[in-house]
């Protein structure tokens, strides 16, 4: 059914290996009424064990993700470890225009274009409890190798110096607490808007 009101628009970003995944699980767990969608993201890295294709991300070659650049089909897009991560413009402004809450999952080069081009766009970002614990958790996560373990773990500084920009942060302590709050911030979003 479409609805006159135009939804939100949420940039949701965290390191690697903070939970993110988990955290929107449980976010989206709790959306009883189907008013949220996840955006589906392009990507050129090579799907890791259990990932599909058209579910975690559209895998796609380089010429591909080249040629959507060029055709202006994306929002956003952004070289990250390597590979480009991009979001379909098209799957986005349908549901918008539905009047749902929008969730993009986008690192922080991406997230930086999408405030720019979309004001209206509110931003979570998602800290982990300490640097030594983003370690720990990345190091014992089996599906990457140690190479790109180590450059995720050093990209994480970075990252988290970018979190300032964000109109949120919430710390992914304990995955009941930490939803819990997001819940409630995407809530008040979705109320003051
Ligand atoms: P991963 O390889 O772990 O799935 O994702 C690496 C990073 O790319 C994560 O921070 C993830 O949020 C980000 N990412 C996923 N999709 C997109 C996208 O469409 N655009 C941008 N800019 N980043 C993305």
């Known amino acids: 059914m479409m609805s006159n009101k135009h939804g939100k628009l949420i940039i949701f970003s965290a390191p690697s290996g903070c939970g993110k995944d988990t955290l929107l699980r449980e976010l989206f767990d709790r959306d009883t009424n189907g008013e949220f969608a996840l955006s ?5 890295r090579s799907p890791r064990n259990e990932e599909k294709d058209g579910v975690d991300y559209h895998f ?3 010429d591909y993700f080249e040629e959507l650049i060029s055709q202006d089909k994306l929002i956003e897009f952004a070289e990250y470890n390597g590979n480009y991560y991009g979001t379909p413009k098209d799957p986005v402004e349908q549901w918008l225009n539905e ?3 929008v969730f993009l999952e986008i690192e922080v080069q991406g997230a930086e274009k999408v405030r720019k081009k979309r004001p209206d766009a509110v931003s979570i970002f998602i800290l982990p409890p300490s640097l030594e614990e983003l370690e720990r958790r990345l190091r014992n996560r ?3 190798s140690p190479e790109t373990i180590e450059k995720r773990i050093a990209l994480a500084p ?4 970018k979190s300032s ?4 942060r919430i710390v992914n302590d304990v995955l009941e607490r930490a939803a819990e709050e997001l819940y409630q911030t995407v809530k008040n979003i979705k109320e003051t808007e």
């Open 165 to 168: 920009d964000f109109d949120y």
């Open 99 to 101: 009047g749902k809450t």
């Open 142 to 144: 089996k599906t990457d």
């Open 40 to 44: 589906c993201s392009m990507t050129t």
């Open 60 to 62: 796609v070659t380089r």
């Open 158 to 161: 970075l990252e988290i110096a």
